[in-house]
C-alpha cells in the first residue's frame, strides 16, 4: 500500500535534548513538507522540500533542522533551541511539478512531549 | 487580518442535518482549495479539492467556492456520526505548492 509513514506515534524527551521524527513515502511524490499542530491552531509550516537535496524554511523553521537526501525520505530534527517543542507534528508529501501540487497528503503524525 | 479564518466551532448537529462550513480569506492570490477532515490524534485526510471559483460535489459532500467574495464551503449533506471530526480548510496560490490552513471547525454529529 502506497502512503506515508511516521515514527514514532508518540516520542518522550527530557529538555535540551535534540530529536528527530521520521518521515517516509512510498508515494514516488517529489515534494515533502512538515508541518506542526498545538491545540486551536491550524497547520503551521516548518520546512518543505520540492526535490531531493534543496529545502526552504517555512513560516516557523527556527529551532528546527531537516535534510532531504533521498526522494522518499523526510526527516526533521527539533533541536534545544526549539523553545517550545511539545505538539503534534505531521509530515505530508505531494506529487510537485509533474500534476497537482497542491493537493497534500499527510502522515498519522508524531505526538512529541518534551519536559 | 488573518490570511484564512474559519471558525472553530465546536458545530453540534443530530444525524441526517445538512452541514455548512466557511472560510473566509483575504489573498486574492489564492487559486486552490481544498478540504481536510482530521480525526482525534491523527493525520489530515484530503476530502475536496477545487480550483478557482465553482462547485464540486462528491457523494454526500459539495465544494464552493466564491472568488468575488473570498469565501469557500463545505457542505455535508445527510450527515452521520463518522462525519465527527474537525474541518481544515487550506488554500494556495503560488509557485512553491505552500497551503495556507484555516484553524480548523470541530463538528459532532449526534445520533
Known amino acids: 500500500d502506497g502512503g506515508i509513514t511516521q515514527s514514532p506515534k508518540y516520542l518522550f524527551r527530557k529538555e535540551g535534548q535534540n530529536v528527530t521524527l521520521s518521515c517516509e513515502q512510498n508515494?514516488?511524490?517529489?515534494?515533502m513538507y512538515w508541518y506542526r499542530q498545538d491545540p486551536g491552531q491550524g497547520l503551521r509550516l516548518i520546512y518543505y522540500?520540492?526535490?531531493?537535496?534543496?529545502?526552504q524554511k517555512g513560516d516557523i523553521a527556527e529551532g528546527y533542522s531537516v535534510s532531504r537526501e533521498k526522494k522518499e525520505s523526510f526527516p526533521l530534527t527539533v533541536t534545544s533551541a526549539q523553545k517550545n517543542p511539545t505538539a503534534f507534528y505531521l509530515c505530508?508529501?505531494?506529487?510537485?511539478?509533474?500534476?497537482?501540487?497542491?493537493?497534500?497528503?499527510f502522515g498519522p503524525g508524531t505526538r512529541l512531549t518534551v519536559t | 487580518q488573518k490570511e484564512v479564518e474559519q471558525d472553530p466551532g465546536p458545530l453540534s448537529v443530530p444525524e441526517g442535518a445538512i452541514v455548512s462550513l466557511n472560510c473566509t480569506y483575504s489573498?486574492?492570490?489564492?487559486?486552490?482549495f481544498m478540504w481536510y477532515r482530521q480525526y482525534s490524534r491523527k493525520g489530515p485526510e484530503l476530502l475536496m479539492y477545487t480550483y478557482s471559483s465553482g462547485n464540486k460535489e462528491d457523494g454526500r459532500f459539495t465544494a464552493q467556492v466564491d472568488k468575488s467574495s473570498k469565501y469557500i464551503s463545505l457542505f455535508i449533506r445527510d450527515s452521520q456520526p463518522s462525519d465527527s471530526a474537525t474541518y481544515l480548510c487550506a488554500m494556495s496560490g503560488g509557485s512553491n505548492y505552500k497551503l495556507t490552513f484555516g484553524k480548523g471547525t470541530l463538528l459532532t454529529v449526534n445520533p
Open positions: 522540500s520540492q526535490i531531493v537535496n534543496d529545502f
Open positions: 489573498n486574492s492570490a489564492f487559486q486552490y
Open positions: 505530508a508529501s505531494s506529487i510537485g511539478l509533474a500534476g497537482t501540487p497542491y493537493e497534500q497528503y
Open positions: 508515494l514516488n511524490h517529489d515534494a
